[in-house]
């Protein structure tokens, strides 16, 4: 019988440990205490162990969630705690975490707490994911934290809210499970990406079947990421074969480096070359026999986003009548004009992101193909480990056979909407491909590299991507197999206006900064928001500084003097009327602060509308009606919630 305040201990243990081996081994020896003293639940306990010191309350692979947000957890502790709103908003203040919160306020009343069983925890997991009333869930909360002593609640918390912040990731619980079992990391590894089931691995380690595993489909596997490249040049000589016995160079050369000996144009290179699109990154699951129409489409943060691309599941769930099998394709979402055949900007799909119902309206002023450009499983086999040209070889063939089936009409009939029937509203709007497979080809040199990045740009894409023609698949990795080249645009330098207080680690620190440019008038107009670029150091002496020089303090967000200059890069610039300027910077991120650069000298409004100008696509955040549509539709539009793996500013 495993108890949680074992697992509270450990994590509070965890997080003042900085050492990773450390961590493992204390984890390890941890998972093997519950393994070798629990009764005959001793797999169960110790999956269940690992599972929620990962902060997970249920594995990947269930899809049952507790649907307890921060209000609900706010709720059962200030019932349970009998602590006054203003008392928690205080503690929520000190810590930005509603555990460490929930630690203070029972601290307070020193609350004891009780023997909280593992299983008992999965039981009201379970009993909070079927509830049907927020009221159901937050009375099998309280239940859970009225048993729990201040250190338990604070854990307990944190897995609910699914973040322990103890700086142990999953990959860490899988080694200290291996550890503990004595059985290989990959094997265990394996298993958790075949089966994404952290529990179920554990118990596998200890009853030596994780050979048994096997996947399966409706759970996402990690996505391969791309490395930044600057130049056609560098590009290039990444890729190029390297004489044999020669060492590597790295994808970067040192500044000062000589040169390699042979220009890379001179030399073959393997690599395959894509137009970048500026899309949705997504995983599709479908063809499964057992459950041919069921189609799963996951979000580079492993989100299942499904409900919102109807048309793409509605074509996909075709894949079952086809006669290949279950597969998995790796691609990007984009919003398509059928028209010219390209794709629509970035701006113009996010309206659709996040998304749960989509009107027709929706699907005919955005309508979105799936452009795949990897296959990960087909034939009942991972194909991960093959290298690039095999895989891409099969991604043609299947999309060969599937092409014409994978179609969906581009409005259906909303009042005869039944499952599986997909009705034509009018006749003229027929059915279209919905998978389209990325034009791909092998690149020759540096000049090819950058003829195929103009091109690409002249198509409103982003860039180029190029991967290595032997490179395997490798799940959640950036690496050097994959490189991406876009230009950035020209850098502003701006000045800060206003800061708000960070979360998590960031609790109480002005980190999250507002800028501005100057107008014709000399007047600051903010233009975006970043917090992603400076160090640790250099943050905490520009809060310091910040609230020294508050001009007006709002809560969560200040004002300050307009005195720091800040050097910002960004993606592109949208035009939007969340900020004063007009205009908007798409991921913006601090390159430097400008000590060096007075305030005179920041950049104009007419500097930003000239870049933005420069961009082949020149996005907006404006719902798509009112600037491409003169009729605005029934319903009232309003702005999207960006998805969490998108950003904006
Ligand atoms: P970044 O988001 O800048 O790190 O670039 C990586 C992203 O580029 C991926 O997550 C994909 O969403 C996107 N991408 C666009 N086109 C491709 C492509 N042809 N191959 C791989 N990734 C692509």
Redesign the pocket.
């Known amino acids: 019988m495993a108890l949680f305040h074992k697992i509270a201990e450990l994590a509070e243990q965890l997080a003042a440990e900085p050492g990773k081996l450390k961590k493992r081994t204390a984890i390890a020896a941890a998972i093997r205490r519950v393994h070798d003293h629990a009764d005959n639940a001793a797999f169960v306990d110790a999956g269940r162990f690992a599972l929620y010191l990962a902060g997970t309350p249920f594995a990947e692979a269930d899809p049952r969630k507790l649907n307890a947000g921060g209000a609900l957890l706010s709720k059962a502790l200030l019932a349970v705690s009998g602590a006054t709103q203003v008392a928690l908003t205080a503690a929520y203040r000190r810590h930005g975490d509603i555990g460490a919160a929930a630690y203070d306020l029972l601290a307070a009343k020193n609350h004891p707490g009780s023997q909280l069983t593992l299983s008992e925890m999965a039981e009201a997991f379970a009993a909070m994911a079927t509830a049907k009333t927020t009221a159901i869930r937050s009375a099998l909360l309280e239940g859970l934290l009225e048993r729990t002593s201040p250190l338990e609640a604070k854990y307990l918390l944190k897995l609910v809210a699914g973040d322990m912040r103890i700086g142990v990731k999953q990959s860490l619980v899988e080694e200290a499970i291996a550890e503990a079992a004595s059985v290989p990391v990959a094997a265990v590894r394996n298993a958790v990406m075949l089966e994404a089931d952290l529990a179920f691995a554990a118990e596998r380690a200890f009853a030596g079947t994780l050979d048994a595993a096997r996947m399966r489909l409706f759970h996402p596997l990690g ?1 391969m ?2 490395s930044p490249v600057d130049s056609p040049e560098e590009a290039a000589e990444r890729f190029a074969e390297k004489p044999a016995g020669k060492k590597k160079k790295p994808a970067s050369a040192p500044e000062g480096e000589a040169p390699a000996a042979q220009p890379a144009a001179a030399r073959n290179i393997s690599a395959y070359l ?4 500026d899309g949705m ?1 997504a995983q599709v699951h479908c063809g499964d026999p057992t459950q041919p129409s069921r189609v799963a489409i996951y979000s ?1 943060n492993r989100e299942d986003v499904t409900e919102s691309y109807p048309e793409l599941e509605e074509a996909f769930a075709k894949v079952g009548d086809a006669v290949t099998g279950p597969l998995i394709f790796d691609g ?1 979402i984009l919003g398509w004009d059928f028209a010219t055949g390209r794709a629509l900007p970035f701006a113009v799909l996010g309206q659709r992101i996040g998304r749960k119902r989509v009107s027709n309206e929706w699907r005919r002023q955005v309508p979105v193909v799936f452009m795949a ?1 990897d296959l990960m499983f087909a034939n009942g086999t991972l194909l991960l480990d093959l290298p690039l040209s095999e895989r891409r070889n099969r991604l043609e063939a299947v999309i060969e056979k599937l092409v014409e089936q994978v179609r969906s009409p581009i409005a259906i009939d909303e009042h005869a909407k039944q499952p599986q029937s997909f009705m034509f509203t009018e006749p003229e709007e027929e059915s279209v491909e919905r998978l389209l497979l ?1 034009p791909s080809r092998l690149v020759e040199s540096a000049e090819d590299i950058d003829r195929a990045y103009a091109e690409a740009r002249a198509r409103a894409n982003e860039g180029v ?1 190029l991967k290595a023609a032997g490179s395997q698949y490798l799940p959640g990795r950036r690496g050097l197999a ?1 490189m ?1 080249l876009k230009r950035e645009l020209a850098t502003l330098d701006v000045v800060v206006t206003g800061a708000e207080f960070g979360h998590g680690r960031r609790a109480g620190i002005l980190s999250d900064y507002t800028f501005a440019v100057r107008d014709a008038a000399g007047e600051l107009k903010n233009v975006g928001k970043a917090y992603s670029g400076l160090t640790d150091s250099e943050i905490a002496s520009m809060s310091e500084w910040m609230m020294q020089h508050t001009l007006e303090d709002q809560g969560y967000f200040r004002t300050v003097e307009p005195l720091t200059i800040l050097e910002v890069a960004f993606n592109n610039i949208m035009r939007s009327d969340r900020h004063a300027s007009g205009f908007a910077l798409r991921f913006p991120r601090i390159v430097r602060i400008r000590d060096d650069k007075p305030l005179d000298e920041i950049d104009t409004i007419a500097r930003v509308e000239e870049i933005y100008q420069s961009q082949v696509d020149k996005p907006t955040d404006k719902p798509i009606n009112q600037h491409t549509n003169p009729s605005r539709p029934k319903h009232k539009m309003q702005r999207p919630a960006l998805h969490p793996s998108e950003s904006a500013s």
């Open positions: 996505f990421l791309a894509e137009d970048k699109y990154r580079r990007e450009f990325s991507m994959w991406k």
